[in-house]
């Protein structure tokens, strides 16, 4: 049972759900979805399965809603943090959100379980990467965190300074 994190094309859910995973794929945006929809369902015969789901990080009844449907075996998630999401203001609201990153780690918090895994696949565009495992590194934040072994990435994705897949296993309390 995988809980993918900003579904898009739907292409990562596909890829588990072929391997025999059963993943909820969820996206903040319904009109992603759409698309991330039409693209599960074009991809032929899954071993596992996709469903998906409207996930507005911001949104409490939306975070209870993926809570009751846990707990996860992992979850998942790529190019969730970079500069365009962060500081965004809310949807017909003044309310500024916090940085993306203190975000997600929030959310993490809030959905992982002790032993409990979030891959994150990240391309550093601006220095988000640095920033993020340091805040996911603080000892108070309950994660340890490490990046995946360079040569486990596709050659073409290798440059370790641009593209990293992050591990964060989420500590016992």
């Known amino acids: 049972r995988v809980l993918e994190l900003g579904a898009g094309t739907g292409l990562v859910a596909i890829a588990l759900a072929l391997e025999g995973a059963h993943v909820c794929a969820?996206?903040?945006n319904p009109k992603v979805l759409v698309g991330a929809r039409a693209n599960i369902d074009g991809a032929g015969p899954l071993v596992g399965s996709v469903r998906t789901e409207v996930f507005d990080w911001n949104s409490p009844e939306d975070l209870r809603k993926i809570q009751e449907q846990g707990p996860w075996d992992a979850i998942v998630g790529s190019d969730l943090v970079y500069p365009g999401n962060a500081g965004r203001g809310c949807v017909n609201s003044n309310e500024?959100?916090?940085?993306a990153d203190e975000t997600l780690l929030s959310l993490?918090?809030?959905l992982a379980s002790p032993g409990m895994t979030f891959i994150l696949a990240l391309k550093d565009r601006t220095g988000e990467l640095g920033r993020f495992e340091a805040i996911a590194a603080e000892p108070d934040r309950g994660w340890s965190l490490s990046r995946a072994a360079p040569e486990s990435i596709m050659p073409e994705f290798r440059n370790a300074s641009q593209v990293a897949v992050l591990h964060l296993t989420r500590k016992a309390a």
Do not use: E, I, S
């Open 96 to 99: 500024v959100k916090p940085p």
């Open 108 to 110: 993490l918090a809030a």
């Open 26 to 28: 969820t996206d903040g």
